[in-house]
């Protein structure tokens, strides 16, 4: 990556200049206490960045999304408590503005002491940060700029997004990547250009049409692909079962048989489901075979036979890759599938990544050994397009 660095910035001295960093401040939050966070890794990921800003004597403007706000504010989107929560990491209170780009952060930009920190309200309560249309968020993103004299990328996690904070701002700002853009790619760099084989890929979670796009790309460089959680059921379905309430992406059904019959036995489903009367930790679940599971009933995580039979496949590679939780492992009775693929992983002799916000949160809400992972990226999403080998928005910005 030929690209000027967070260390480029520091030696060219920052004390009393603002500069505006992107952080991945997308945190998973409990899901039966609203506001609190249930793990801060990705905050803590962008400390050291933080930390060296800070001690230069630069005034700090953190920016980063959380959620999917449609382009408003809405309260259960704020990152007032990831401003709380980041200001007891740093030592020191971060100041929160309660917009992003209106008065209360101009003022709070304004005030600004050397060495104090600042978080933005969410970007995506502005319609400009996802906007399609290059001018809008060219808009959005001139006013992002006009808040600092620098912009530090330090959000792995985004940067497969073509988004103002990503990709805009970058453009009409001197511009520098983080440290932790600069680890998570040069390990997945590695894994790109050279994955020992066999080499495995096991996905999951909920972001199904996102990333059944990456399938087709990743497919002719992997051994095997085992698909779980949320993703299953588009390809259970697309097999001719019946999926019930599960999460199902109807109109990709067809792209998910074309798919399966490309791979020819290479993508793997699972052949049991918990499946559960409703989305909650006291609903009513049995494990049914894959092919049955109940019209009045949906899949909140692989079975047992599933977790062996992945296990199985996981044990043989040299290369594994995990994307996306296996079941809604944050609701107790529906976390067994996640553990039992994160420990296989785990016992691989070979190299292991972990991608995404809310994997990574698995493997320490569960408790498993962070180290016996050869990595845990901050990126899901993104991890798995730099693995497609795409170009990625976020990266391109800061090589221009
Ligand atoms: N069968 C399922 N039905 C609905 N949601 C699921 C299912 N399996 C997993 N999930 C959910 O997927 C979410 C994580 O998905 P995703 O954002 O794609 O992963 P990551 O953040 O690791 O990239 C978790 O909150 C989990 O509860
Ligand atoms: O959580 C994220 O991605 P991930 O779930 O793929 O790890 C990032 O914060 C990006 O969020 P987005 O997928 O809403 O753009």
Redesign the pocket.
């Known amino acids: 990556m030929i690209l000027k660095t967070l260390d480029d910035l520091l030696g060219e001295g920052v004390s009393g200049r603002r500069v505006i960093v992107r952080a991945d401040l997308n945190v998973?939050f409990d899901?039966a206490n609203p506001g609190v966070i249930s793990d801060d890794g990705r905050a803590r990921a962008v400390l050291p960045t933080l930390i060296a800003l800070r001690d230069a004597g630069a005034r700090v403007i953190v920016m980063s999304h959380l959620g999917r706000p449609k382009g408003a504010p809405d309260p259960k989107y704020t990152l007032q408590p990831v401003a709380t929560r980041l200001g007891e990491l740093l030592g020191s209170p971060v100041v929160f503005a309660t917009d992003t780009v209106g008065s209360d952060a101009a003022a709070k930009v304004e005030a600004l002491t050397d060495g104090q920190v600042l978080l933005l309200e969410n970007l995506r309560f502005n319609e400009g940060e996802t906007s399609k249309d290059d001018a809008v968020r060219a808009a959005f993103a001139a006013e992002l700029a006009a808040f600092a004299d620098f912009y530090v990328d330090d959000a792995f996690g985004a940067v497969h997004r073509k988004h103002a904070s990503v990709y805009d701002v970058p453009a009409v700002l001197p511009h520098y990547a983080g440290g932790l853009v600069i680890k998570e790619v040069d390990v997945l760099k590695k894994v790109t250009e050279n994955p020992e084989q066999p080499y495995v890929v096991v996905l999951?979670?909920?972001?199904?049409s996102?990333?059944l796009a990456v399938i087709k790309a990743l497919l002719p460089k992997v051994d095997k692909l085992l698909v779980?959680?949320?993703?299953?059921?588009t390809f259970l379905k697309a097999q001719g079962h019946e999926v019930g309430k599960?999460?199902l992406e109807d109109e990709m059904v067809a792209t998910c048989r074309d798919l399966l019959s490309e791979a020819q036995g290479r993508i793997v489903l699972p052949v049991d489901?918990v499946a559960a009367t409703e989305?909650s930790a006291d609903a009513d679940h049995v494990t049914v075979p894959a092919s049955e599971i109940p019209a009045d009933r949906?899949?909140?995580?692989?079975g047992p036979e599933s977790v062996a039979l992945f296990a199985e496949a996981i044990g043989g590679a040299k290369t594994v890759f995990w994307?996306?939780?296996?079941?809604?492992?944050?609701?107790a009775p529906?976390a067994a599938?996640?553990r039992g693929v994160a420990e296989a992983i785990t016992k691989i002799d070979g190299f292991s990544v972990v991608?995404?916000?809310?994997?990574?949160?698995?493997v320490r809400t569960l408790g498993l050994d962070e180290s016996a992972f050869g990595h845990i990226s901050t990126?899901?999403?993104a991890s798995l397009e730099y693995l497609e080998g795409k170009t990625l928005p976020g990266i391109e910005a800061l090589e221009k």
């Open positions: 998973p899901k999951g979670g909920s972001k199904v996102d990333k779980g959680g949320g993703m299953c059921f599960s999460l489901v989305f949906l899949g909140l995580d692989i994307n996306g939780p296996m079941g809604v492992f944050e609701l529906f599938g996640t991608g995404g916000g809310d994997s990574a949160a698995a990126g899901g999403g």
